[in-house]
Antibody
Framework: QVQLVESGGGVVQPGGSLRLSCAAS????????MHWVRQAPGKGLEWVAF????????YYADSVKGRFTLSRDNSKNTLYLQMNSLSAEDTAQYYC????????????WGQGTLVTVSS | QSALTQPASVSGSPGQSITISCTGT?????????VSWYQQHPGKAPKLIIY???HRPSGVSDRFSGSKSDNTASLTISGLQAEDEADYYC???????????FGGGTHLTVL
């Protein structure tokens, strides 16, 4: 069965960096577009970033552009999100999600990893 | 402020039907048939329940249906059950550089 397991979350000081990972299994990772979606405590879902199946292009929400970098290693079935210059506004549960067909269709989600930006 | 507008809350009694709206613009909801809906229970990851406006993934109850008119997409849940109480989110492809936009979410209370 499809599994997405995020890791790398934790507490980081403002201005700091963190790298999230998402280990995928149960499907052909190398042919699937992948996304990160975050959810601040008590708030709604916010799309963060997308990377094409072959890593040829990445797209970012305006709120993270220039600070976050999305990458993938298809040989390891793993997705990465490098987050720099973190601020309190980045505090959220971060979910990786598999794209089904059309761009906004996320058919499988991980359980998420919590990032807390606090001094 | 979310790019897509949803009512903050809706409610209904068991057995009734409810509809949740998701309003965008011609650059997103109105311009493409790429609207999805997700159900999220407290402390859980979201679950896909509708994609491409009105398609149901395998395993999703046929009590859930989607539609779209102009810049507004809708999710209808018929025969409400207690287990339907959850938060519901729409999203859409957008022609802006953002690519994907979500609605602010709607909390459904089953009375």
């Amino acid at each position: 069965q499809v599994q997405l397991v995020e890791s790398g979350g934790g507490v980081v000081q403002p201005g700091g960096s963190l790298r999230l990972s998402c280990a995928a299994s149960g499907f052909t990772f190398s042919t699937s577009g992948m996304h990160w979606v975050r959810q601040a405590p008590g708030k709604g879902l916010e799309w963060v970033a997308f990377i094409r199946y072959d890593g040829s292009n990445e797209y970012y929400a305006d709120s993270v552009k220039g600070r976050f970098t999305l990458s993938r290693d298809n040989s390891k079935n793993t997705l990465y999100l490098q987050m720099n210059s973190l601020s309190a506004e980045d505090t959220a549960q971060y979910y990786c999600a598999k794209q089904r067909s059309s761009l906004p269709t996320f058919d499988y989600w991980g359980q998420g990893t919590l990032v807390t930006v606090s001094s | 402020q979310s790019a897509l507008t949803q009512p903050a809350s809706v409610s209904g009694s068991p057995g009734q039907s409810i509809t949740i709206s998701c309003t965008g613009t011609s650059s997103d909801v109105g311009g493409y048939n790429f609207v999805s809906w997700y159900q999220q229970h407290p402390g859980k990851a979201p679950k896909l329940i509708i994609y491409d406006v009105n398609h149901r993934p395998s395993g999703v109850s046929d009590r859930f249906s989607g539609s779209k008119s102009d810049n507004t997409a809708s999710l209808t849940i018929s025969g409400l059950q207690a287990e339907d109480e959850a938060d519901y989110y729409c999203n859409s492809y957008t022609s802006s550089s953002t690519l994907v936009v979500f609605g602010g979410g709607t909390h459904l209370t089953v009375l």
